[in-house]
């Protein structure tokens, strides 16, 4: 077996996981509902802002991050997810691997930074009720 199956394996497993995770926090997604304009801007700033791109040694450099970023920490997990997915439309040029890559890694890196600030502000909160009275 080549490279390139255990390398789309190992891609096809994100993917899972991805599909597991949002499944997994769903009710993460009904408890802090977004505004669609704020998903729609995110999901049409990621890719605009892919666009622009610099050659490295190891690669492309772009500014979509920005986005995902963003999408982390404004977004529950399922809309951060999307985002991190749209913002590798604008590698379309690029063949098949870059575009499954870049969308699988955006929508992990995405939807870990939502799960983790959504735990975070809930703990925050938790200990905030603990510790107010005193």
Known sequence: MGRAFWTYTYLGGLGILVVLLNLAFKPLDAQYPDRAIDVAFLCVAGPLLNIPQVRIEQGRLSLSGIAIGVAALMTNPLDAT????????????????????????????????ANALVHLTSLGMWWY?????S
């Open 82 to 113: 999307v985002i991190g997915l749209a913002s590798s439309v604008s590698v379309l040029r690029r063949g098949a691997f870059p575009i499954v890559g870049n969308a699988m890694f955006s929508a992990v890196i995405a939807l870990t930074g």
């Open 129 to 133: 009720s603990q510790h107010a009275s």
